[in-house]
């Protein structure tokens, strides 16, 4: 459980180091988007090779663990999609919008931890170089709406502890299933 709490913080952390980054500099929209890219293709290869495998291992087969994915991937698009439009109408920020990008960083350490190897180096570089530019992006968005610089940082700083707490308790619930 603690280690899984420390790797999320870890990971987390990724949110506090785009922030202050994106208050900091302003990069051309194109270099955003290609760190953005990176980032999410780290993402996919690392859960791709690292956790899909061992998870179709362990299942024995039939499919079920490629159906999840599917399933999975689409009710996050789908999810965060509905609140990015419902944050437009309102144009408030949401708590629980920006909590769903804490979830694939918990779910990934979970997974690794959990097939009983200890969590590698490219998950966690995958991790952070996907958290980074996604706090870039979305920094912008909340000073655009006003936010103060402290209000973010503060915003990030919980972010980073609420995935290490949501690993910890993940894997503490799960850890004998």
Known sequence: MFSAFGWGLVAGSAFVVGGIAALRFKPATRWVGLLTGFGAGALIAAVAYK????????????????????????????????WDAAEEEKVDVSFRSLVVIVVPEAVVIVGSLLTGHEIGSAVIAALFLCGVPEAFVATHRLVEMGMSPRMIVTVWAGLALLCGLSAGVAYALLEDA
């Open 51 to 82: 956790l899909v495998s061992q998870a179709a291992q362990l299942s024995n087969g039939g499919g079920h663990v490629g159906i999840g994915l599917v399933i999975g991937s689409l009710l996050f698009l789908f999810l965060t999609g509905y």
